[in-house]
């Protein structure tokens, strides 16, 4: 069993940066694929950014590339996610996620194993 729990949410103006972080149990960190989603009041959770178990190769959501980026440091068990340039449509609680099958579809929910409990991060305008 794999636990993750993230931290590093909070409230920041528009504008601003956070970065999150997602600290895993478990010996085997590096072979899974870690990924951030997010989820709006009202609206459906959405893929962020993932990370393959090399961490090499990365993977964003359109929107998003340029001002969040993804990291992940395997001696630590821990997964980052930078965000700059935070705008108030990026209010939203964010969630860390791992696939240990190396699923494949890094944007689709169905793929992760393991989830944490979320982290809120708001933006004021």
């Known amino acids: 069993q794999v636990q993750l729990v993230e931290s590093g949410g909070g409230l920041v103006q528009a504008g601003g940066s956070l970065r999150l972080s997602c600290a895993a149990s478990?010996?085997?960190?590096?072979?899974?694929?870690m990924a951030w989603f997010r989820q709006a009041p009202g609206k459906e959770r959405e893929f962020v950014a993932a990370s393959a178990w090399s961490g090499g190769n990365t993977y964003s959501a359109d929107s998003l590339k340029g001002r969040f980026t993804i990291s992940r440091d395997n001696a630590k068990n821990t997964v980052y996610l930078q965000m700059n340039s935070l705008k108030p449509e990026d209010t939203a609680i964010y969630y860390c996620a791992a696939d240990r099958d190396h699923k494949g579809s890094y944007a689709w929910l169905g793929s992760y194993d393991y989830w944490g409990q979320g982290t809120q991060v708001t933006v004021s305008s």
């Open positions: 478990g010996r085997t960190f590096s072979n899974y694929v």
